[in-house]
């Protein structure tokens, strides 16, 4: 034991130590770098931390704005004269409940999901039953109508879902 202190107290020693000292400081920063680096790059970082702390500090859930923009674009079909923007205006609709579904936790088909929920989440649960039903007929059927009066009913009730759910 004696050797061994002796050995790392000698002042020739020393020297390599110092040495060595400064070459792992070196490693070291550099793989902090490539850390950072990583976490920059990677969304990882994004997701566990800014989401959270933008959902703290405006208390309204994140993604709300990208929500908004995606249903107004969905509302704009409307404006478009043709059944085949109803429809698909239908479609995004569902689409778009259903994503905010999955990003809740529910997993499966839009209608595996809807058996899973009670209307203590959605209160117009029978309402989007029925319209993800049509919704079904409108993607199996190419010759199902769809009017404008019918698919603004539709999207009012996708309306009233999303903002139960605090969508936007």
């Known amino acids: ?6 050995f790392l107290t000698n002042p020739e020693v020393y020297g390599f130590y110092r040495i060595s000292k400064f070459i792992f400081i070196g490693v070291s920063l550099y793989l902090l770098a490539w850390i950072f680096f990583f976490l920059i790059k990677n969304s990882w ?3 566990v931390c ?3 702390l933008t959902e703290a500090f405006t208390y309204k859930p994140f ?3 990208k929500i908004n923009k995606r249903w107004d ?3 704009k079909r409307l404006d478009i004269e043709k059944e085949s923007e109803f ?4 479609i995004d609709a569902d689409d778009l409940l259903g994503e905010i579904f999955e990003k809740m936790g529910y997993k499966g088909t839009m209608t595996d999901i809807l058996k899973q929920l009670n209307t203590g989440i959605v209160s117009n649960l029978e309402d989007i039953e029925k319209v993800h039903q ?4 409108v993607v199996r059927d190419p010759d199902y109508k769809l009017s404008r009066e019918e698919a603004e009913r ?3 009730i996708y309306k009233e879902a999303l903002r139960g759910l605090e969508a936007f």
């Open 45 to 47: 970082l994004k997701n």
């Open 50 to 52: 800014f989401e959270d």
């Open 1 to 6: 034991m004696k050797e061994i202190i002796t």
């Open 73 to 75: 674009r969905i509302v």
């Open 63 to 65: 993604g709300r704005k």
């Open 87 to 90: 429809k698909l205006a239908l």
């Open 134 to 137: 049509i919704r079904n007929k």
């Open 154 to 156: 539709i999207l009012g």
